[in-house]
Protein backbone atom coordinates (compact mmCIF):
# COMPACT_ATOMS: atom_id res chain seq x y z
CA UNK A 1 0.00 0.00 0.00
CA UNK A 2 1.27 3.47 -0.65
CA UNK A 3 4.79 2.67 -2.73
CA UNK A 4 4.94 5.62 -4.18
CA UNK A 5 8.63 4.39 -5.75
CA UNK A 6 7.45 1.52 -7.94
CA UNK A 7 6.79 2.11 -10.95
CA UNK A 8 6.06 -1.72 -12.60
CA UNK A 9 4.38 -4.89 -10.62
CA UNK A 10 4.60 -7.98 -12.21
CA UNK A 11 2.78 -10.62 -10.01
CA UNK A 12 4.30 -13.96 -10.40
CA UNK A 13 2.16 -17.08 -11.89
CA UNK A 14 0.39 -19.62 -9.20
CA UNK A 15 -1.35 -15.95 -7.78
CA UNK A 16 -5.10 -16.96 -7.90
CA UNK A 17 -6.51 -14.14 -5.45
CA UNK A 18 -5.29 -10.11 -4.66
CA UNK A 19 -6.45 -9.11 -1.46
CA UNK A 20 -8.38 -6.22 -0.61
CA UNK A 21 -6.42 -3.15 -0.66
CA UNK A 22 -2.58 -4.63 -1.56
CA UNK A 23 -1.95 -2.21 -3.61
CA UNK A 24 -4.06 1.11 -2.48
CA UNK A 25 -2.56 4.78 -3.65
CA UNK A 26 0.51 2.70 -5.10
CA UNK A 27 2.56 4.54 -8.53
CA UNK A 28 2.16 1.87 -10.88
CA UNK A 29 2.03 2.57 -14.07
CA UNK A 30 2.27 -1.00 -15.97
CA UNK A 31 0.69 -4.21 -14.19
CA UNK A 32 0.75 -7.51 -15.27
CA UNK A 33 -1.44 -9.56 -13.68
CA UNK A 34 -0.94 -13.71 -13.90
CA UNK A 35 -3.01 -16.10 -15.93
CA UNK A 36 -4.02 -17.81 -13.23
CA UNK A 37 -5.53 -14.85 -11.92
CA UNK A 38 -9.62 -15.80 -10.50
CA UNK A 39 -10.54 -12.94 -7.61
CA UNK A 40 -9.48 -8.99 -7.32
CA UNK A 41 -10.58 -7.96 -4.29
CA UNK A 42 -11.80 -4.43 -3.19
CA UNK A 43 -10.16 -1.98 -3.54
CA UNK A 44 -6.66 -3.51 -4.34
CA UNK A 45 -5.67 -1.10 -7.32
CA UNK A 46 -7.76 1.86 -5.72
CA UNK A 47 -5.69 5.38 -5.74
CA UNK A 48 -3.15 4.29 -8.39
CA UNK A 49 -3.48 7.72 -10.10
CA UNK A 50 -0.45 6.92 -12.47
CA UNK A 51 -1.92 3.57 -13.51
CA UNK A 52 -3.45 3.54 -17.81
CA UNK A 53 -3.47 0.06 -19.01
CA UNK A 54 -3.89 -3.40 -17.42
CA UNK A 55 -4.98 -6.98 -19.08
CA UNK A 56 -7.97 -8.52 -16.91
CA UNK A 57 -6.78 -12.07 -16.82
CA UNK A 58 -9.54 -14.40 -18.92
CA UNK A 59 -10.12 -16.59 -15.35
CA UNK A 60 -11.25 -13.65 -13.18
CA UNK A 61 -14.58 -14.02 -12.10
CA UNK A 62 -14.78 -11.53 -9.95
CA UNK A 63 -13.94 -8.10 -9.40
CA UNK A 64 -14.57 -5.91 -6.19
CA UNK A 65 -15.65 -2.70 -4.53
CA UNK A 66 -13.59 0.23 -5.51
CA UNK A 67 -10.89 -2.13 -6.61
CA UNK A 68 -9.79 0.58 -9.87
CA UNK A 69 -11.34 3.40 -8.16
CA UNK A 70 -9.22 6.72 -9.15
CA UNK A 71 -7.25 4.98 -11.81
CA UNK A 72 -6.56 6.97 -15.44
CA UNK A 73 -7.19 3.75 -17.23
CA UNK A 74 -7.90 4.48 -21.22
CA UNK A 75 -9.91 1.26 -22.02
CA UNK A 76 -10.67 -2.30 -20.27
CA UNK A 77 -11.48 -5.41 -21.61
CA UNK A 78 -13.59 -7.49 -19.23
CA UNK A 79 -12.79 -11.58 -19.51
CA UNK A 80 -16.05 -12.73 -20.93
CA UNK A 81 -16.64 -15.47 -17.99
CA UNK A 82 -16.39 -12.18 -15.25
CA UNK A 83 -19.32 -12.73 -13.03
CA UNK A 84 -19.54 -9.65 -10.87
CA UNK A 85 -17.92 -5.96 -10.55
CA UNK A 86 -18.45 -4.41 -7.25
CA UNK A 87 -19.87 -1.44 -6.37
CA UNK A 88 -17.73 1.59 -7.17
CA UNK A 89 -15.34 -0.37 -9.02
CA UNK A 90 -14.27 2.20 -11.33
CA UNK A 91 -15.35 5.50 -10.34
CA UNK A 92 -13.83 8.72 -10.83
CA UNK A 93 -11.50 6.69 -13.79
CA UNK A 94 -12.30 9.64 -15.78
CA UNK A 95 -10.34 8.79 -18.91
CA UNK A 96 -12.12 5.48 -19.97
CA UNK A 97 -13.81 6.15 -23.07
CA UNK A 98 -15.60 2.99 -24.45
CA UNK A 99 -16.83 -0.37 -22.32
CA UNK A 100 -18.15 -3.51 -22.92
CA UNK A 101 -20.07 -5.34 -19.77
CA UNK A 102 -20.05 -9.27 -20.17
CA UNK A 103 -23.14 -10.86 -20.02
CA UNK A 104 -22.56 -12.96 -17.32
CA UNK A 105 -22.47 -10.12 -14.93
CA UNK A 106 -26.69 -10.49 -14.18
CA UNK A 107 -26.66 -7.31 -11.74
CA UNK A 108 -24.39 -4.20 -12.00
CA UNK A 109 -23.40 -2.51 -8.45
CA UNK A 110 -23.75 0.55 -7.20
CA UNK A 111 -21.73 3.55 -8.52
CA UNK A 112 -19.89 1.75 -10.98
CA UNK A 113 -18.38 3.98 -13.89
CA UNK A 114 -19.90 7.32 -11.53
CA UNK A 115 -18.07 10.28 -12.80
CA UNK A 116 -16.12 8.67 -15.52
CA UNK A 117 -16.43 10.20 -18.87
CA UNK A 118 -17.63 7.87 -21.26
CA UNK A 119 -18.48 7.97 -24.57
CA UNK A 120 -20.12 4.65 -25.58
CA UNK A 121 -20.96 1.86 -22.89
CA UNK A 122 -22.37 -1.70 -24.54
CA UNK A 123 -23.90 -3.98 -21.57
CA UNK A 124 -24.42 -7.60 -23.31
CA UNK A 125 -27.20 -9.99 -23.37
CA UNK A 126 -27.53 -11.81 -20.20
CA UNK A 127 -27.37 -8.42 -17.71
CA UNK A 128 -30.86 -7.66 -15.48
CA UNK A 129 -30.15 -5.17 -13.55
CA UNK A 130 -28.07 -1.95 -13.47
CA UNK A 131 -27.47 -1.07 -9.69
CA UNK A 132 -28.31 2.60 -8.38
CA UNK A 133 -26.03 5.54 -10.05
CA UNK A 134 -24.09 2.79 -11.67
CA UNK A 135 -22.87 5.31 -14.99
CA UNK A 136 -23.99 8.63 -12.76
CA UNK A 137 -22.41 11.16 -14.10
CA UNK A 138 -20.45 9.21 -16.45
CA UNK A 139 -20.54 11.53 -19.51
CA UNK A 140 -22.40 8.59 -22.32
CA UNK A 141 -23.50 9.65 -25.10
CA UNK A 142 -24.61 6.62 -26.50
CA UNK A 143 -25.58 2.89 -24.40
CA UNK A 144 -26.50 -0.21 -26.26
CA UNK A 145 -29.42 -2.08 -23.15
CA UNK A 146 -29.94 -5.85 -23.84
CA UNK A 147 -33.00 -7.69 -24.12
CA UNK A 148 -32.52 -9.27 -20.76
CA UNK A 149 -32.67 -6.04 -19.43
CA UNK A 150 -35.56 -5.62 -16.59
CA UNK A 151 -34.35 -2.75 -13.59
CA UNK A 152 -32.79 0.21 -13.92
CA UNK A 153 -32.22 1.63 -10.50
CA UNK A 154 -32.27 4.73 -9.29
CA UNK A 155 -30.19 7.48 -10.94
CA UNK A 156 -28.34 4.87 -13.11
CA UNK A 157 -28.10 6.57 -15.84
CA UNK A 158 -28.74 10.28 -14.54
CA UNK A 159 -26.48 13.31 -15.31
CA UNK A 160 -25.30 11.53 -18.59
CA UNK A 161 -25.11 13.20 -21.71
CA UNK A 162 -27.31 10.65 -24.04
CA UNK A 163 -27.75 11.21 -28.08
CA UNK A 164 -28.64 7.55 -28.72
CA UNK A 165 -30.43 4.79 -26.32
CA UNK A 166 -30.69 1.20 -28.00
CA UNK A 167 -32.73 -0.79 -26.35
CA UNK A 168 -33.18 -4.34 -27.40
CA UNK A 169 -35.69 -4.97 -24.34
CA UNK A 170 -39.16 -5.31 -25.99
CA UNK A 171 -40.76 -4.82 -22.65
CA UNK A 172 -39.31 -1.77 -21.32
CA UNK A 173 -37.21 -1.98 -18.40
CA UNK A 174 -38.35 -0.64 -15.43
CA UNK A 175 -36.64 2.44 -14.19
CA UNK A 176 -36.67 3.73 -10.63
CA UNK A 177 -36.98 6.72 -9.61
CA UNK A 178 -34.79 10.02 -11.84
CA UNK A 179 -32.54 8.60 -14.54
CA UNK A 180 -32.57 10.77 -17.41
CA UNK A 181 -31.76 14.28 -17.62
CA UNK A 182 -34.51 16.55 -18.57
CA UNK A 183 -33.20 18.31 -21.60
CA UNK A 184 -32.63 14.96 -23.41
CA UNK A 185 -35.77 14.12 -23.50
CA UNK A 186 -36.66 15.89 -27.27
CA UNK A 187 -32.85 15.32 -28.62
CA UNK A 188 -32.21 11.84 -28.12
CA UNK A 189 -32.89 8.79 -30.20
CA UNK A 190 -34.18 5.60 -28.71
CA UNK A 191 -33.89 2.83 -30.33
CA UNK A 192 -36.16 -0.11 -29.74
CA UNK A 193 -37.91 -3.46 -31.04
CA UNK A 194 -40.15 -3.40 -34.15
CA UNK A 195 -43.27 -3.98 -32.83
CA UNK A 196 -42.68 -2.17 -28.90
CA UNK A 197 -43.48 1.37 -29.87
CA UNK A 198 -46.53 1.63 -28.05
CA UNK A 199 -45.40 -0.35 -24.84
CA UNK A 200 -42.60 2.30 -24.46
CA UNK A 201 -44.80 5.52 -24.77
CA UNK A 202 -46.93 3.90 -21.80
CA UNK A 203 -44.19 3.35 -19.29
CA UNK A 204 -42.91 5.54 -17.08
CA UNK A 205 -39.87 7.62 -17.86
CA UNK A 206 -39.81 6.22 -21.19
CA UNK A 207 -42.91 7.82 -21.99
CA UNK A 208 -41.27 11.17 -21.89
CA UNK A 209 -38.57 10.69 -24.56
CA UNK A 210 -40.20 11.97 -27.97
CA UNK A 211 -38.01 10.32 -31.05
CA UNK A 212 -38.30 6.70 -31.28
CA UNK A 213 -36.86 4.77 -33.74
CA UNK A 214 -38.34 0.93 -34.19
CA UNK A 215 -35.71 -1.36 -35.46
CA UNK A 216 -34.60 -5.09 -35.76
CA UNK A 217 -31.87 -6.24 -33.56
Known amino acids: MGCQELTDLRIPSGVT ?3 AGAF ?3 SFETIQLPDGLETIESGVFSGCYSLTRIDIP ?5 IGDNAFSG ?3 KSIKFPENLKKIGNEAFVGCSDLQ ?3 IPGKVESLGWHIFMNCNLDEVIISEGVKNIGGSAFYDAGIKKIHLPSTLEAIYAGALD ?3 FEEIY ?3 TTPPEVYSSNFESSIYHTCRIYIPKGSIDLYKKADYWKKFVVFVEKDF
Open 58 to 62: SKVLS
Open 159 to 161: DCK
Open 167 to 169: CAA
Open 71 to 73: TRL
Open 17 to 19: EIG
Open 98 to 100: TII
Open 24 to 26: TNC
